[in-house]
């Protein structure tokens, strides 16, 4: 490869000219890069270290490491964080494997896989707002359509409150698998479509059942895509939180509270009677030290996952 220097001059400046053209190209996606994803991170870990109620309120005041020790001693913060392990431990439970029998069931080809398969997928597209006003409604203890059909066919004798202390949490996993399922199967189906059909039909040659193949052939060979799979689940699980705030609000009495859900209420209200003020320091230590929760989770993952890229 010619270096700079061994080109002549008009080289240089035609080389110059092609670097200054992508580099023009690439200035719109960094400045908004810079302004929306990285300034708003440092604003983050400067109002750490500060006692600070939002524009208007009043003026930040330093006060070191206060917001960080409030945060190790709130017991609502760190009851969220469990509840954050229950939700994500049990989404990721359930909607990898329906995702992957789904895939398995969808990939071959019969007439109307296709259909179901973008049926099934439609959920993901859907505004997670939309699609916790609709579980809202199907799920509520008087009107909702579950209770409706559970009361008509039996099957219970008084309404479920879905909603409450006892349910609320299994209703968050429904909806996050129901809206989550089709993305995770599409992964999967590309992952199932690239698998050798040689390799697979070497192992009927060689006697192996459907469940042997699935096991020793299918599975491994889907390493790499699982890997990518697992990552996406457990980063989505973790920063969750659009179904929380409109099904339950993170109640009833913080039984469904996360840690996302939590840092973002000292930002902005989740609803009109809550009696929480801004507390922009507070909500920036409680979003940092859920951040650095999360970072430890991911990276504890991808050194656990390694040996997912040397199944080929």
Request: proline letters at 4%; a positive charge.
């Amino acid at each position: 490869m010619s270096t700079m220097s061994n080109l002549t001059p008009e080289k240089k400046k035609r080389v110059i000219k092609d670097n200054l053209r992508s580099y023009s190209l690439l200035l719109p996606n960094l400045v908004l890069f810079i302004a929306f994803s990285l300034y708003p991170v440092f604003w983050t870990l400067k109002y750490v270290f500060y006692r600070y109620g939002g524009y208007g309120a009043s003026v930040p005041k330093f006060v070191g490491l206060e917001n960080l020790i409030r945060v190790f001693s709130d017991d609502i913060y760190w009851k969220a964080v469990r509840n954050t392990f229950v939700y994500a431990g049990a989404k990721i439970l359930f909607i990898i494997p329906l995702a992957f029998f789904l895939a398995l069931f969808l990939s071959r080809s019969r007439k109307g896989n296709g259909l179901l398969q973008s049926i099934i997928f439609v959920p993901t597209i859907m505004s997670s707002a939309v699609m916790g006003l609709v579980f809202y409604l199907l799920f509520n203890v008087y009107s909702g359509q579950i209770n409706q059909y559970l009361l008509n066919w039996g099957i219970i004798s008084q309404p479920i409150n879905w909603l409450g202390k006892e349910h609320a949490m299994k209703t968050l996993v429904i909806t996050a698998v129901w809206g989550g399922v089709g993305n995770y199967m599409v992964y999967f189906i590309a992952g199932i479509q690239q698998i050798s059909q040689d390799a697979l039909e070497s192992a009927r040659i060689d006697g192996a059942n459907r469940i042997q193949t699935l096991w020793y052939i299918t599975i491994p060979m889907l390493g790499p895509i699982l890997k990518i799979i697992l990552m996406l689940s457990i980063t989505s699980a973790f920063s969750d939180m659009s179904n929380v705030m409109v099904l339950t609000e993170g109640g009833p009495t913080n039984a469904t509270m996360v840690m996302a859900l939590y840092g973002y209420q000292f930002f902005f209200p989740i609803s009109a009677g809550m009696t929480i003020t801004p507390q922009y320091g507070y909500g920036a230590a409680v979003s940092t030290i859920s951040a650095v929760i999360a970072g430890i989770i991911t990276i504890l993952y991808l050194k656990a996952s390694k040996k997912l890229d040397d199944i080929y």
